[in-house]
Each structure stands twice: as C-alpha cells, then as structure tokens.
C-alpha cells in the first residue's frame, strides 16, 4: 500500500543555521505534496505545498524540493529562528484516489 | 476565517464505554477525514468520505469503529467499545472536492481510555 518515509525523526540546530527534512514516498500516483507544522497540543498546519508538475517552490525561508523520478521530496527552512520549534509533517496525496498519507514526523528543535 | 469544528476537545472515558466524536468541516467541503493520532507519530487515516458516501475506510478498526455522514455535512466517530490502545487524538479534515488541494484540520479530540 502507500507509504511515506520520513528523516531524521529528530534534528536539532543551532538559530540562524539551515533545516532539511526528507521524505520517500512509494505511490507512484501521488501529485501533491505537503508539508505541516505542528506546535504542540496544536492542530497540523499547513506551511508550503508541491504539486507534481514543479520541481522546486519557495516561500521566504521556506522551500521544498520535488524529484519524481527518485520519489524524493524535501523541505528546506534557512536562517531557522526559535519560533520554528515544532513536528514536521510531509504527506504526499494520491491523484488516484484522493488520500493524504503522512510521514512519522520530525522534531525540529532550534537552539537560540 | 472558516474553521474545522470538532467536539468534545477531551474525552476520558473506561475501557469498554462507548465514546462518540462530532467534525463540522468547512462549509462547501464534500471532502471530510478522520484521522488518528498517536503522541509521537503521524497522523493515520481512518476513513475518508466524498459527501455522504464512504470512499476510503480500509485501516478502520470495523469491529469497534464506526463512522458515518448522513447528510453529507458534519460527521461523527464513534468507538465501541473503547480499549486502552485507542487513546490517541482524533482528527477531522476536509478539504475542496476533486481538486489536489490543502486539508484543513480541526483542532482534535483528545480521546484517555483508563
């Protein structure tokens, strides 16, 4: 069935340094994928999204990259501030049949 | 801002009991998720509806698990009889129709099963 690989579980940075988060996925029909902060206690929200036919998106310091050939996708946060503490989600959604898998998350903990 | 409401925000309750959850998606959104999440991991779907129609409900504990979306609008969870193993959060998404879209979350429903 589907499946999305998430790495690292946890990483830890210093502020100001740079974050990537990678993710595989194992549906070759997926077409969309998002990333979600989740703070917690909080509800996942949505911070940048790919769709299949773009290669690369950004969004001031955050950016994700697509490679579709590997089933590789990765997000990028530069210049990390404290604020950006919180579990990193990537999913990536099937043009089949609609449904949004999620990786196992990351634990970004950015050290001031 | 239109939101994702779920109802109640917590929920303890003994094993065996019977426990009940309640999602209004956004207004216009035919597409309605429950999701389930355990501390620490990602969230996993439960079942997915299109409407009031079930399109999705293959890693739904059907012995004990039920869902439905009668008219298409709001949906309830509902677990019978709750285990230990289901403590967890429970989340309601939904997102625009047939269309490679954002999920929208409701806050959750943090379920304790004793």
């Known amino acids: 069935g589907e499946n999305v690989e998430q790495h690292p579980s946890t990483l830890s940075v210093q502020e100001g340094d740079s974050a990537v988060i990678k993710c595989t996925y194992s549906d070759s029909a997926s077409n969309y994928f998002p990333w979600y902060k989740q703070e917690l206690g909080k509800r996942p929200q949505l911070i940048i999204d790919?769709?299949?036919?773009?290669g690369e998106k950004k969004d001031q310091r955050i950016a994700v990259t697509l490679n579709k050939t590997a089933k590789h996708f990765s997000l990028h946060i530069t210049e990390t501030q404290p604020e950006d503490s919180a579990v990193y989600f990537c999913a990536a959604r099937s043009g089949a049949t609609n449904k949004l898998i999620f990786g196992t998350g990351t634990l970004l903990a950015v050290q001031p | 801002e239109a939101e994702v409401a779920q109802s109640p925000r917590y929920k303890i309750t003994e094993k065996s009991q019977a426990v009940a959850f309640w999602c209004d998606p956004i207004?216009?959104?035919?597409?309605l998720y429950w999701y389930r999440q355990i501390l620490g991991q990602g969230p996993e779907l439960l079942v997915q509806?299109?409407?009031?129609?079930?399109?999705?409900d293959s890693q739904l504990p059907k012995d004990r698990f039920s869902a439905e979306r009668l008219k298409g609008v709001d949906s309830t969870l509902k677990i019978q009889p709750a285990e230990l193993g289901d403590s967890a959060m429970y989340l309601c998404?939904?997102?625009?129709?047939?269309?490679?879209?954002?999920?929208?979350f409701g806050e959750g429903s943090r379920l304790t099963v004793l």
């Open positions: 509806f299109q409407d009031e129609s079930v399109v999705d």
């Open positions: 998404a939904s997102s625009l129709p047939k269309t490679v879209g954002e999920l929208f």
């Open positions: 207004s216009g959104h035919a597409t």
């Open positions: 790919i769709r299949s036919n773009v």
